[in-house]
């Protein structure tokens, strides 16, 4: 019998089962066998056990019967409620952040924002890291760690090449991505904090309006045993 794994290798397999999820390389509904990912990832089956815990404790995974352990599927109710939250706290990241942003800050964010202007999606995940980039930059800026760690435990809930899939399906999304952000910035730039949070909020409701609806589109297709 294996002895008790350490935590940090526990968190180092979870990481990297996490990683994997969120990149797509196991997609939405894809069933997590013990025996490959720890011969994927080089340990033993009782860190990838624990491991799996650690996930489906995050809401990353779920249990099904008859199947095990799989990647969850959200429900859109779920994705709609989660960004309901997830848009106060950014909401409240952006007011935060508009008398610390610097002018270098703001150019940040501006080319981040560049690489997502309609017409330069690519489907390399590069979108999804600028789009990242600079949500992460404010909140960053913002400075509460406290804040910006429950900002991103509720965005590991969802694997993120959904969101880039979002984006490139439709292109009306990707615009309206853009100009929000166009919208974000104009508000720092003013230092009016209230503008701030009101477009960063209604940025994050839409952005999960428009993810719930992928969800609605894709979970009938999706084989759940």
Request: aromatic content about 4%; glycine content about 6%.
């Amino acid at each position: 019998m294996d002895a008790s794994p350490s935590n940090a290798l526990v968190d180092d397999t979870a990481a990297a089962i996490r990683a994997r999820i969120m990149s797509g390389e196991i997609p939405i509904g894809a069933q997590l066998r013990q025996a490959e990912l720890a011969k994927t990832l080089g340990v033993s089956r009782t860190p990838v056990r624990e491991a799996l815990r650690q996930l489906q404790t995050g809401g990353l995974i779920e249990v099904v019967p008859h199947r095990g352990a799989v990647v969850r599927v959200p429900a859109p109710w779920d994705v709609r409620e989660t960004y309901e939250v997830r848009a106060e706290l950014e909401g409240l990241a952006c007011e935060r952040a508009v008398p610390r942003f610097t002018r270098d800050g703001l150019d940040e964010l501006r080319a981040a924002n560049e690489e997502l202007r309609p017409g330069s999606i690519r489907p390399d995940g590069s979108s999804t890291q600028a789009n990242d980039r600079f949500h992460t930059l404010i909140h960053v800026v913002a400075g509460n760690e406290r804040l910006a760690k429950v900002i991103k435990e509720i965005n590991e809930a969802f694997p993120r090449n959904v969101s880039a899939l979002v984006l490139q399906d439709n292109p009306r999304h990707r615009e309206d991505n853009f100009h929000e952000h166009e919208r974000i910035m104009a508000a720092l730039d003013a230092e009016d904090a209230e503008l701030a949070r009101q477009e960063m909020r209604a940025h994050v409701i839409s952005a999960g309006e428009q993810l719930a609806r992928w969800y609605e589109r894709r979970s009938a297709t999706v084989f759940r045993g």
